[in-house]
T-cell receptor, first 116, second 112 residues
Framework: SAVISQKPSRDICQRGTSLTIQCQVD?????MFWYRQQPGQSLTLIATANQGSEATYESGFVIDKFPISRPNLTFSTLTVSNMSPEDSSIYLCSVPMGQGARETQYFGPGTRLLVL | TQLLEQSPQFLSIQEGENLTVYCNSSSVFSSLQWYRQEPGEGPVLLVT?????EVKKLKRLTFQFGDARKDSSLHITAAQPGDTGLYLC????????????FGAGTRLFVKA
């Protein structure tokens, strides 16, 4: 398993501003994932962050809105840019652990964002 | 596109009752995971099943993977208020192949 921490745990922001969320893992991992969980909803994958390369974004998510950094194998940041109330969500990072069919994801505690 | 349909979406029961949550797909998954998420927390892995027909037990929770690896169920016996939370099934997981697909979740509320 992995121990994952996120900062901040929650924030209230004004529309038009940006927030950077940090994700720290207690072991070196090649891949990290960023998810969004809107109120009462399941998880939607935003992007996959690989160390040493550009993040890969899912349909509906773009780098200008959600820039990601991955400076080393234990750390990543997700920025939510030019925020609007529709960006109010829980943002989660996760890392895959295990091999093959037994690979599973371990999640951070999430960052709860409210945009006014 | 792979989809995981989870049912029911919401369940409110009395303490001591039994319940079953279902996760179904038309696709075959190499594995299936069940997570539980409490308010203000990230999802916490409960179990991974990989073999068709596999049954795993975790105290009062019983997980089953369908023979064809297209569906799974979570059965809770004698539910307790501490079981309250959002239960998510997730299929797949090969980062070298397809991504993990999450179900919509089942929000369980157990009343004392």
């Amino acid at each position: 398993s992995a121990v994952i921490s996120q900062k901040p745990s929650r924030d209230i922001c004004q529309r038009g501003t940006s927030l950077t969320i940090q994700c720290q893992v207690d072991s070196q991992v090649t891949m990290m994932f960023w998810y969004r969980q809107q109120p009462g909803q399941s998880l939607t994958l935003i992007a996959t962050a690989n160390q040493g390369s550009e993040a890969t974004y899912e349909s509906g998510f773009v780098i200008d809105k959600f820039p990601i950094s991955r400076p080393n194998l234990t750390f990543s940041t997700l920025t939510v840019s030019n925020m609007s109330p529709e960006d109010s969500s829980i943002y989660l990072c996760s890392v895959p652990m295990g091999q093959g069919a037994r690979e599973t994801q371990y999640f951070g505690p999430g960052t709860r964002l409210l945009v006014l | 596109t792979q989809l995981l349909e989870q049912s029911p979406q919401f369940l409110s029961i009395q303490e001591g009752e039994n319940l079953t949550v279902y996760c179904n797909s038309s696709s075959v998954f190499s594995s299936l995971q069940w997570y539980r998420q409490e308010p203000g927390e990230g999802p916490v892995l409960l179990v991974t099943v990989v073999t068709g027909g596999e049954v795993k037990k975790l105290k009062r929770l019983t997980f089953q993977f369908g023979d064809a690896r297209k569906d799974s169920s979570l059965h809770i016996t004698a539910a307790q208020p501490g079981d309250t939370g959002l239960y998510l099934c997730a299929g797949g997981g090969y980062t070298g192949g397809f991504k993990t697909i999450f179900g919509a979740g089942t929000r369980l509320f157990v009343k004392a």
